[in-house]
C-alpha cells in the first residue's frame, strides 16, 4: 500500500518528470525511513499475535501435563525459571541491538551525515560486543545452572589433580 502510494500516486501529483526526479532525490531518506517503519509495523503486526497463540497453546499443554501426572500421583518439578530466562536474554539482547544497529544505520544514510562510516562503524562494533557477551554470559549461566540442578560443584577438586 505504501509503496504504491511512493511509486505511483506522489509522481502523478508531480506536474514534470523532472521534478519527479527532484522529489525523489531529495526526499529518497525519509521515504526510505517511512518505507521500513511500515514494515516493522506490519511484521509486529503479522508475529505478536501468533506468538500469543503459541504461547497459549504451550501453557494450555503444560496444564495437561500437569493434570495427567496429578491423576496418576506423581508431582512434576517446577520449571527452571532462572535457566529459561538466561536463554532468553542470550537470544534478545543480541536481536534487540542489531535491530537498534540497523536502524542507526538507516538514519545514517538518510541524513547522510559527514562521519557515516565512523558512526556506522561503532554502531555495529558496540552491537557485536554487547551481542557477544549476552551470548557468552547466558551460555555460561545456563551450564553453571545445569550443574547446579544436577548437583555437581567445582568445590570437590583435589589440591593437584596429576597427583592422583
Same mark, same amino acid.
Given at each position: 500500500?505504501?509503496?504504491?502510494?511512493?511509486?505511483?500516486?506522489?509522481? !502523478?501529483?508531480?506536474?514534470?518528470?523532472?521534478?519527479?526526479?527532484?522529489?525523489?532525490?531529495?526526499?529518497?531518506?525519509?521515504?526510505?525511513?517511512?518505507?521500513?517503519?511500515?514494515?516493522?509495523?506490519?511484521?509486529?503486526?503479522?508475529?505478536?499475535?501468533?506468538?500469543?497463540?503459541?504461547?497459549?497453546?504451550?501453557? =494450555?499443554?503444560?496444564?495437561? =501435563?500437569?493434570?495427567?501426572?496429578?491423576?496418576?500421583?506423581?508431582?512434576?518439578?517446577?520449571?527452571?525459571?532462572?535457566?529459561?530466562?538466561?536463554?532468553?536474554?542470550?537470544?534478545?539482547?543480541?536481536?534487540?541491538?542489531?535491530?537498534?544497529?540497523?536502524?542507526?544505520?538507516?538514519?545514517?544514510?538518510?541524513?547522510?551525515?559527514?562521519?557515516?562510516?565512523?558512526?556506522?562503524?561503532?554502531?555495529?562494533?558496540?552491537?557485536?560486543?554487547?551481542?557477544?557477551?549476552?551470548?557468552?554470559?547466558?551460555?555460561?549461566?545456563?551450564?553453571?545452572?545445569?550443574?547446579?540442578? !544436577?548437583?555437581?560443584?567445582? =568445590?570437590?577438586?583435589?589440591?593437584?589433580?596429576?597427583?592422583?
Amino acid at each position: 500500500m505504501i509503496t504504491w502510494l511512493l511509486v505511483w500516486v506522489i509522481p !502523478v501529483l508531480l506536474t514534470s518528470e523532472q521534478s519527479a526526479m527532484d522529489f525523489f532525490e531529495k526526499s529518497s531518506g525519509e521515504m526510505t525511513i517511512i518505507l521500513l517503519g511500515a514494515l516493522v509495523v506490519l511484521t509486529l503486526l503479522i508475529l505478536v499475535p501468533q506468538l500469543l497463540r503459541a504461547h497459549q497453546r504451550a501453557l =494450555e499443554m503444560q496444564h495437561a =501435563e500437569h493434570m495427567k501426572a496429578l491423576e496418576q500421583g506423581q508431582s512434576l518439578p517446577p520449571p527452571d525459571v532462572r535457566s529459561r530466562a538466561a536463554g532468553r536474554t542470550a537470544a534478545l539482547v543480541p536481536m534487540v541491538s542489531i535491530c537498534a544497529a540497523g536502524a542507526v544505520t538507516c538514519f545514517l544514510a538518510a541524513y547522510k551525515p559527514d562521519q557515516l562510516f565512523s558512526v556506522a562503524l561503532t554502531a555495529w562494533a558496540v552491537a557485536g560486543v554487547a551481542s557477544l557477551a549476552a551470548i557468552t554470559g547466558g551460555v555460561a549461566l545456563m551450564g553453571r545452572l545445569a550443574q547446579l540442578q !544436577v548437583g555437581e560443584t567445582n =568445590e570437590e577438586l583435589p589440591e593437584n589433580p596429576l597427583e592422583k
